[in-house]
Structures are given as structure tokens and as C-alpha cells.
């Protein structure tokens, strides 16, 4: 791997997340107060082979919300991250295809070993991400800070 891929793999995923919060922080300050969500991935509690880039910008995001919400809790900003596994949609889709054309495996089989991967046997949806974002913003919620919170079917490996 080149330092120019692995640097664009940091930027796309850190550094976006870090520049986004960056810009948030001072409109929720004055504010007096919010909510920060960043996303991460089920990446960003385990290694993931061959995607080494991709864990640790996830890692990072992990690392980048929890201290944020160390320093912004006292200004009434939480930060949380939700930590995705695979999320059905088009983005599995590609994901899929590309590894069924990279491996010479069936595109179904390389969906079964993503689902074998979790306790649910399925891959999420994203009104269940949306679901977990709108729970935080309730006052039901109103505690929660700093969580990484896995929205996985408890998934016990990536691949």
C-alpha cells in the first residue's frame, strides 16, 4: 500500500469526521448545548484483514468522539459514535460484487459470510441506525456520552 492511499483512506473517514465536529462545535456552543453523532463501523472495535487503513481511521473515530465528549460534556455537548456492521443498501452491494469479482466466490456466498458474522443473521438497515440516532436525541437519551455503540447484531468478526 502507498502512504498516498493510506493518507486518503485517513482523510476520507478521520479527517472528515474531525473537520465536521470541528465546524459543529462553535453553532452548538453557542447553542448552549447538542448532540454529536460520528460514525465508525463495527471496524473500529476489531482488526480487519486486508482493510488495515479502514480500521484504524475507524479506530480513530472511536478514540476522536470519546475524547471529544471528555472535553465538551461540561458545555452540555455529548458526542456518541455509532459503530455500523454491514448496513443493507446499495454500498453492500458494491462491497459484495467487488469481493465476489475479487475472490472468484458468488456474490451470495460472500453476503452469507458477512450475515454468519452476526447474532442477528442479517445485515442492519439504516432506519435501524437512524432508529439509535433518534433515541439519543430524546431525553431519554440525554445521558449517553461518549458511547461507541455497536448497531452490529453483535457481531463477532468482520469478515
Known sequence: MSLADWRACLAVNLDATFLCSRAAI??????G???IVTF??????M???NRTPYAAAKWGIVGLTKSM???LGPEGIRVNVICSGAVEGP???RVVAAEA????????????SYTASNSLRRFMTAEEIAGMILYLITPAGAAVNGQALAIDGHAERIF
Open 33 to 35: 448545548g447538542g448532540l
Open 91 to 93: 454500498r453492500m452491494d
Open 47 to 49: 482488526g480487519y484483514p
Open 40 to 45: 465508525s463501523s463495527t471496524a473500529g472495535f
Open 101 to 112: 469479482a475479487e475472490t472468484g466466490r458468488g456474490a451470495q456466498e460472500i453476503r452469507d
Open 69 to 71: 465528549a471528555m472535553e
Open 26 to 31: 462553535p453553532l452548538l456552543r453557542r447553542a
